[in-house]
């Protein structure tokens, strides 16, 4: 099955459906799935959205909504809603994603939908809405199938039909006390292939890997992924279990980490939506391109320092813009390596030195190659050796710090509590224009205007000649 993409030949059927009766409407509904419908409502009218979840069997509407991204507001769609249909799609609903939903509402809104519900449905949403939206607690799903380790295979079998009724599917048995204290956990296959007489006390594995609900969701994602779990249960501080957090849940998880990482990535709020609009774009990027302006007028105010220079060499403010860049560049490989490293794991002191060690001899090899480039170009279009030398010497230079920064930012910002993908892009810029600048600036200073200066007394020192030789034959011209 081929992944769906939205296009005109759909979006024209739903729309002419929409203009037809509701049987027609039916009809086409049923040739997509919950998802698709999902997709489909990014570029739906509200009204027309409205329409088609009132048309949708139950389970189905709840399917959609449960798909649709938060920036698209399903909240929204959802107290639009007749309240007996609302309260029946809810009920349809797993507690985590009826919470999502919910969540997005205005207190006042929240309350009108869960006075709409039954009681135990209300308190465990009320419940998942207590914890922050991104941790293991505001990410889990309270409906579990849990036994009572003191059971025999039969009983517990049992209970896990009696339990799965209402759930769609499930991984994991979890094996509790009878104070719902965790104590292990037990597959579904050891359950069945146990011998009739076997207690669930024997067949549990007690060594298996858990959170609190408090953990941040970005670290449950890298549990998940490390010991290849479908799910991991979720206790409070005294291991009373309290929900479970599945596979699924956590890919959404990792799209949302990574889109937010790239966004920070690139000096743009984690607030901006990819739909928003234009004032909600300016408000979250301005105040780091303001900072960035800052950081360009301090490798500016390098240049107005070797006014001298420039004006001398005005063939360096061309090469100075690559130098600048191919470190800007460099950093940027430097930075999303490390940055990539640290999201993976904790880093040892001696980890972290071996990463920047490694990003030092990339940088000052890769500098190395680049100048020798910037070098030849420099002697045979300007056939100028010794401005190949400044150039190679800075080139080296700028990538070297830009391979130390990009590498070093990051795990200083991690170890004083600041997010590296937040600001290590404007402070490594800083360094790379500034080294960018500096460095032939610099050289050329100490190597090139000594010759300029050189030059220009030997040319005045011929020039003098040229005029006392001039006064002597002026001299002999009147004696004779």
């Known amino acids: 099955m081929q992944s769906f993409d939205i296009d005109k030949t759909d979006l024209l059927r739903i729309k002419t459906a929409l203009e037809g009766d509701d049987a027609e409407l039916q009809k086409v509904l049923k040739e997509y799935h919950a998802s698709e419908i999902a997709l489909l409502f990014e570029k739906l009218p509200q009204e027309a959205k409205e329409k088609i979840i009132n048309i949708l069997p139950t389970d189905i509407a709840s399917d959609v909504l449960s798909e649709m991204d938060e920036e698209h507001r399903p909240g929204e769609l959802l107290i639009n809603l007749h309240p007996e249909k609302r309260s029946e799609i809810i009920e349809e609903l797993d507690y985590d994603d009826a919470t999502d939903i919910i969540s997005q509402l205005d207190e006042d809104e929240q309350k009108e939908v869960l006075d709409d519900l039954d009681h135990e449905d209300a308190t465990s949403i009320r419940a998942l809405m207590s914890y922050d939206e991104d941790t293991a607690g505001g990410l889990m799903n309270p409906q579990i199938i849990k036994v009572n380790l003191s059971l025999d295979k039969k009983d517990a079998l049992d209970e896990v039909i009696r339990q799965s009724e209402e759930m769609e599917e499930f991984y994991t048995i979890y094996v509790v006390d009878d104070h719902d204290i965790l104590k292990g956990v037990l597959s579904i296959k050891d359950l069945v292939k146990a011998r009739t007489n076997a207690k669930v006390k024997d067949l549990l594995i007690s060594d298996f890997v858990y959170v609190k609900a408090q953990l941040d969701q ?101 090469y100075m813009t690559i130098i600048a860049g191919m470190g800007g560049n460099s950093a940027t490989q430097a930075l999303a390596v490390t940055v990539r490293r640290i999201s993976l794991t904790d880093l040892t002191d001696s980890q972290a030195y071996n990463a920047v060690l490694k990003e030092f001899l990339v940088g000052m090899i890769n500098g190395a190659a680049n100048g020798i480039v910037v070098f030849f170009i420099a002697l045979f279009y300007d056939a100028d050796p010794l401005l190949g030398l400044v150039l ?13 920064t990009g590498s070093s930012i990051p795990l200083i910002l991690k170890r004083v509590g600041i997010d590296p993908a937040v600001a290590s892009s404007i402070i490594i810029t800083t360094f790379t224009d500034c080294a960018g600048f500096l460095l032939p600036l610099w050289f050329a200073t100490k190597l090139l205007l000594p010759r300029i200066q050189l030059q220009k007394h030997l040319q005045m020192l011929h020039q003098l000649q040229l005029q006392h030789a001039h006064q002597l034959q002026l001299i002999q011209h009147l004696h004779h």
Do not use: C
């Open 218 to 318: 970005e670290e449950v994602a890298k549990l998940i992924s490390q010991y290849n779990l479908t799910s991991i249960p979720v206790v409070d501080d005294d291991m009373k279990l309290l929900g479970r957090i599945t596979f699924d849940d956590i890919i959404d998880v990792m799209e949302q980490e990574s889109t937010e990482d790239i966004l920070k990535f690139s000096g743009v709020s984690e607030d901006e939506e990819l739909s928003g609009n234009w004032k909600d774009a300016v408000k979250s990027r301005l105040p780091w391109l303001i900072i960035n302006l800052g950081t360009a007028y301090l490798a500016a105010s390098i240049i107005r320092h070797f006014d001298d220079t420039v004006a001398q060499l005005p063939i360096l403010a061309a």
């Open 392 to 404: 190679f010497l800075a080139m080296t230079g700028n990538l070297i710090v830009a391979g130390l």
